[in-house]
């Protein structure tokens, strides 16, 4: 017999089935405690296994320094790229009927099913040494593979989806309502997009950039592909564990390890306080 009760904040009715809610409840604690939570406890107990000041020590050398600021450079410049396309995308998607309008979203979503590895693999068959353009780049002295550039582009393509899918279904439910009004009252387009438009969508907006943030600051296949490896130049965070761990410096490569899983946990919390706090602005984005 299926028992029913209505669900949270008018989400349906939950379905229960007796005798085999524990046995899925009991699955799913084991398979996170597995994957998720034994890793994550290994890291950090690695991490701190000889005490503080062994943990700090690597993190002061010079070249895990340079791998903390080109993260957080790579960073800094995609994800704001990574905004203002999502929310262009979003614009153009929800509120504007053309052809190939389906064929568009296949594409922004493509990155999602594509390896990253082949994402830092075209920017090199591209601007190469042996590229399409590789040759051109050095005789007028661009560098883009090997350098901060290619480093942003492969990020960039990689997170490409993340704030355009939190905000095309988003404002697709919300519909252009209070936009047409705004425009009928004499609202100019720029007037209409910062005062309607941006607040309308803006948790949305910062939990799309929170995603799209921690996955730009954990990414490695893409990257790793058109940084070199040269380390204190082009190693980002993750690529600077990779290095320690295969030269056996297993204090410096789990203590690196510890701050990405740190700020992993870190857009747990911040994605949790957000879901919680706007629950339904967010949900619009989970029914498409």
Known sequence: MTLLRQGFAGRGPLVRLPGLAPLFLALTLLVLGVLIVLPLGVVFHQAFARGLEAYLEPLKQPDALAAIRLTLVVAAISVPLNAVFGVAAAWAVARFEFRGKSLLVTFIDLPFSMSPVVSGLVWVLLFGAQGWFGPWLQDHGVKIIF???????????????????????LMQDQGADEEAAALTLGAGGWTTFFRVTLPNIKWALLYGVLLCNARAMGEFGAVSVVSGSVRGLTTTLPLHVEVLYNDYEFVGAFAAASILAGLGLLTLVLKTVLEWRHSGELSASRRH
């Open 147 to 169: 350098a901060t550039t290619g480093l942003v582009l492969a990020t960039t393509l990689v997170t490409l989806p993340f704030v355009a899918r939190e905000l095309i279904p």
